[in-house]
């Protein structure tokens, strides 16, 4: 493993939106951009008004760097599906951050020996 990797694999969160519109996906990403450190995103882009398919739109934050910005409640138009993995402590500051600006509502989380994955549904405040 290369030292990069190292330092940050207890940090890291991977953060997986599902189940809503792109504006919405975009008001999570923006909450958590103003909290931590982007380390790779697959933005959300157009999306086809005749889309069938479900979207999963997915960052990673390095919850050890970034601005640590408080945010203030974002308006979302419908509820939000997260799927957060990584470590336990880091996951937790994601959670407490996300529930600074939405309505959290938590709907399962699953424990491993190195990281945990937990399943939230947002809504507006």
């Known amino acids: 493993m290369s030292a990069v990797y190292d330092l940050h694999i207890d940090t ?7 189940d809503c ?39 990673t934050f390095d919850t050890a760097g970034g ?6 409640p974002a308006p979302l138009a419908g509820m939000v599906g997260v799927l957060l993995t990584g470590g ?9 951050v996300l529930a600074r600006s939405f309505d959290v509502q938590s709907l399962q989380s699953v424990s491993g020996d190195q990281e945990t994955e937990a ?7």
Do not use: C, I, N
């Open 119 to 125: 399943r939230l549904l947002l809504a507006s405040r």
């Open 88 to 96: 336990y402590h880091a996951v937790d500051e994601v959670e407490k």
């Open 21 to 59: 519109r792109r504006q919405d996906a975009q008001a999570v990403f923006d909450v958590l951009d103003h909290t931590y450190q982007l380390e790779d995103m697959a933005a959300p882009g157009p999306q086809a008004a005749t889309s069938p398919a479900t979207t999963v739109w997915m960052a």
């Open 67 to 72: 601005r640590h910005e408080e945010s203030a």
């Open 12 to 18: 890291d969160v991977t953060v997986q939106l599902s």
